[in-house]
């Protein structure tokens, strides 16, 4: 039976996207950029639980953990890495896995695209004596606290104080809009939810105003939008900032049909704005977008690439992490 360190595990770039597959033993020997998947288990306490790592580990060993997970095998998704690993480590199964982020870590043995996930359970666990020498269950402020006098893995107590962020109230949200014949399940959209499942990739019909209300009231009560908007949907994102430029806190447009019917520029946004669009784009012409663009908004940054309308050698090239992630 093969051990871990036979493992073949998905390799990746700086940007998450898939390079190929290495052996976990050349991946830690090389410091290859991987994934892998985490999750905090969390009992009715809103406690966690806190492992402490074997001392044989091929990293960090006898630190302790915030999560149970594991690197990501070669062509497997986070999500069937999670299930996995959360049988393997905990003997925890049949339970709502919650996404909470993605989450890049680097460090002079460990370069990672973790994905972050909870779920809650209130125990007992079966402990996978080779992985995990023992555990409890703690408060995120306490091993906040705790790991000033005792060794934390460093990914995880960078994922502690992002849950705390990310835990707290917010108002924002992102939302892809599609084009005009398509829908959230189309290439795009199924991209998204595959890599960021909190992106919202709602469905659209009707005329434009159908759509502008329909997008309205899902908007209701939010604020810091961050809104990607395809061809039609572009023209979609652009009217909406126009209506309502207090909600809107940054704007992606991929080859956006700004010369579509009577859209006319008004006055100047403010609202930050990515556009991009491709040189051999015959349904939305650079040459007519482009200035279009130039004079609806005021910090506009414009990516001119050499692709096509559907943007195919583009789209999932783009440093999406980045972009929405920060």
């Not at 049988?87 to 049949?94: F, K, N, T, Y």
């Not at 996930?117 to 402020?141: D, K, M, T, Y």
């Not at 795009?188 to 009231?217: N, V």
């Not at 006055?267 to 482009?290: C, F, M, N, S, Y």
């Amino acid at each position: 039976m093969p051990g871990k360190h036979d493992e073949i595990v998905q390799i990746v770039d700086r940007h998450n996207r898939k390079t190929g597959h290495q052996p976990r033993s050349l991946m830690r020997a090389e410091r290859l950029t991987h994934r892998a998947s985490y999750i905090l288990v969390f009992n009715d306490q809103e406690e966690f639980f806190l492992q402490k790592r074997t001392d044989d580990k091929d990293i960090y060993p006898g630190f302790w953990d915030v999560a149970a997970g594991g690197v990501v095998l070669a062509e497997e998704s986070y999500e069937a890495s999670a299930v996995r690993e959360l049988a393997e480590e905990l003997g925890v199964s049949r339970v709502r896995l919650q996404f909470l982020f993605d989450h890049y870590y680097a460090d002079a043995g460990n370069r990672v695209w973790g994905r972050i996930f909870a779920c809650r359970h209130n125990g007992p666990f079966v402990l996978q004596e080779s992985e995990i020498a023992g555990g409890r269950f703690i408060s995120v402020a306490e091993a906040l606290r705790l790991k000033d006098t005792e060794p934390f893995t460093p990914d995880g107590v960078e994922i502690l104080y992002k849950l705390e962020k990310h835990r707290q109230p917010t108002a924002g949200g992102i939302f892809f809009l599609h084009g005009l014949d398509s829908s959230g399940q189309g290439t795009k959209g199924r991209f998204f939810q595959e890599h960021f499942p909190h992106i919202s990739c709602p469905d659209f019909h009707g005329t434009l105003a159908d759509r502008l209300l329909q997008l309205t009231d899902l908007c209701q009560g939010l604020s810091n939008l961050t809104l990607i908007g395809s061809s039609f949907g572009g023209l979609m994102a652009t009217c909406y900032a126009t209506r309502f430029p207090e909600k809107v806190g940054r704007l992606i447009l991929l080859a956006p049909a700004l010369n579509f019917g009577e859209f006319q520029p008004p006055e100047k946004l403010q609202v930050p704005t990515l556009l991009v669009i491709g040189k051999e784009d015959t349904v939305t012409p650079p040459a007519r977008v482009i200035p279009l663009a130039q004079q609806t908004f005021s910090c506009l940054e414009i990516r001119n690439e050499e692709d096509d309308h559907m943007l195919h050698k583009t789209f999932a090239a783009m440093a999406w992490h980045e972009l929405l992630l920060g």
